[in-house]
């Protein structure tokens, strides 16, 4: 019995919990990404439209408005739905693998078991070791140990396309909020340096906020969205400028 408690300490302690453990950061970085992109990309493209608007003429309230109301609309529906399309093609693709191990499985059970052993010595267990995952882990769930150690996939727990455009759709609608609210609530004289510091402000957040939820350093991630959106404002603020001159 000692040999058998020997080798099994390991299968508990570094096998099993590796595959769920880097499928758990997959799945909670994809829908970070969903949400801090949506979030960003509506607080830069609509400051930036609305800046610019402003920079022609930052007296012409409704033409702000207007703007910044048509901007939100399309870009919203437009992020939710390449969000959408990239997500449909990430689940087709899970599809598919889920598909052909399925049939690997079903033509050659052992062999996939020794190729699912081999994967395990790659990663560092002794040839007995992993023959012992191998096996324990196809006896349970074939198809999962190949899907999860293989790909990184649950093949109860696909990627939602609907559920990545809503988080982009709503993500960008709350984010394009702000400077929209910002250029309407502040009077004109002070509506553009107002937007710029709100704006700056949010990234400076939603830069924080989701370098700390990636575990990623957060000084960088910060200062990658406030020079990021501070380019992109400046120069719709020089061509709004430019043309509102020339008109």
Do not use: C
Not at 71 to 99: F, K, N, P, W
């Amino acid at each position: 019995m000692e040999p058998v408690l020997t080798i099994a300490a390991p299968v508990s302690a570094d096998a099993r919990p590796a595959p769920e453990r880097k499928h758990s950061v997959s799945r909670r970085l994809n829908w970070l990404r969903a949400g801090v992109l949506g979030a960003n990309d509506g607080i830069v493209s609509i400051s930036g439209l609305l800046v610019g608007v402003a920079a022609a003429d930052p007296t012409n309230t409704p033409a702000i408005a207007i703007a910044g109301v048509a901007g939100i609309v399309s870009a919203a529906l437009s992020m939710s739905v390449g969000e959408y399309v990239s997500v449909s093609t990430q689940r087709d693709t899970e599809r598919e693998l889920v598909r052909v191990q399925k049939s690997l499985l079903e033509a050659d059970p052992e062999g996939q078991e020794r190729k699912l052993a081999d994967m395990w010595v790659r990663r560092g267990l002794s040839e007995e070791t992993a023959a012992l995952v191998a096996r324990d882990l196809s006896r349970h769930d074939a198809l999962d140990a190949h899907l999860t150690t293989e790909h990184n996939i649950d093949p109860d727990d696909l990627t939602n396309p609907w559920a990545a455009a809503g988080s982009s759709f709503l993500a960008f609608l709350f984010g394009s909020l702000l400077p929209l609210l910002t250029m309407l609530v502040f009077p004109p004289a002070i509506r553009i340096p107002a937007t710029f510091v709100a704006v700056l402000i949010a990234l400076a957040l939603t830069g924080y906020v989701s370098a700390a939820l990636g575990d990623a350093p957060r000084g960088r991630a910060v200062i990658r969205l406030l020079l990021g959106g501070a380019a992109a404002m400046a120069l719709t603020f020089v061509v709004g400028h430019a043309f509102g001159v020339n008109v």
